[in-house]
């Protein structure tokens, strides 16, 4: 097995041996690529997993109620049927 620290090590020499203009490259480049996912992240209009969350439960609830009164909506019906037919 390979030794993390020794993988640090070997990280850190190799960063300090890159050259000052690459490393600003870097940088830069890290940095106009997060800018611009941003951008197009917000324009996205997305949603957060929270809020994902409550109107998944709001639905859910929301379909509740609504099963609920299709069932009382039939029970009605077949009331009136059965007061309908009976008269």
């Not at 996912?37 to 109620?65: C, G, H, I, P, S």
């Amino acid at each position: 097995m390979i030794n993390p620290k020794k993988i640090e090590e070997i990280a850190k020499q190799i960063t300090e041996s890159i050259p000052p203009g690459v490393k600003n490259v870097a940088t830069d480049i890290e940095a106009k690529t997060k800018e611009v996912l941003q951008r197009k992240l917000a324009q996205l209009d997305v949603v957060t997993r929270e809020e994902f969350d409550v109107q998944t439960q709001v639905l859910a609830k929301t379909r509740a109620k609504l099963d609920a009164m299709e069932a009382k909506l039939a029970e009605l019906e077949a009331l009136l049927a059965d007061k309908t037919d009976s008269e």
